[in-house]
């Protein structure tokens, strides 16, 4: 039951940004609900993956967008639009905010106390997860492109 309601909790509370963010990027009022599916769905499957597979963290990033790219590619089809309108603002909630922050504060302690090698190690470990996510969120949306749009095959 635990289970269930943090993958709830991750569901919903990843819809409200992606909502947010497909405004910022003028999405149609229509789309907006794919907007806030695409962001629960990666949001909650990178939850399950990481709760039941114990999946690290880019891995699980990299699948769920993935799966939203996919996802996206399929309703812009549906929808006769382009699929970064749904998939661009779906991404948004994955972003890893906590180890950007993390690495950030460790960076600004190092020049404001000098060097130790604990906030080193902090800002090293949080900067590389960090860009890891963010680089599995790239791939994970440029993986329809990879696979589907390309005029010569993958092998």
């Known amino acids: 039951m635990n289970l269930f309601l943090g993958l709830l909790e991750n569901m919903v509370l990843a819809a409200i940004p992606a909502v947010g963010f497909g ?3 003028n999405v149609p009022r229509h789309a907006l609900i794919y907007c806030a599916l695409g962001g629960a769905i990666g949001r909650g ?3 399950l ?4 597979l114990d999946m690290p963290l880019a891995w ?3 699948l769920a967008a993935a799966a939203v790219s996919l996802l996206g590619v399929y309703v812009a089809q549906r929808m006769r ?6 998939t661009v603002a779906a991404m948004i909630p994955m972003i890893p905010g906590v180890p ?5 504060i460790a960076v600004a302690q190092m020049q404001e106390k000098g060097t130790t090698d604990e906030l080193l190690a902090t800002a090293l470990q949080s900067g590389l997860t960090a860009g890891f996510v963010v680089a599995a969120l790239a791939i994970g949306l ?3 492109g ?3 749009y390309r005029r010569r095959p993958v092998v």
């Open 146 to 148: 990879l696979l589907f």
């Open 81 to 86: 639009a382009h699929p970064k309108v749904f």
């Open 100 to 104: 950007i922050f993390k690495a950030l």
């Open 23 to 25: 405004l910022v990027f």
């Open 60 to 62: 699980a990033t990299l």
């Open 49 to 52: 993956l990481m709760g039941t």
């Open 142 to 144: 440029a993986v329809p």
């Open 45 to 47: 499957g990178r939850f």
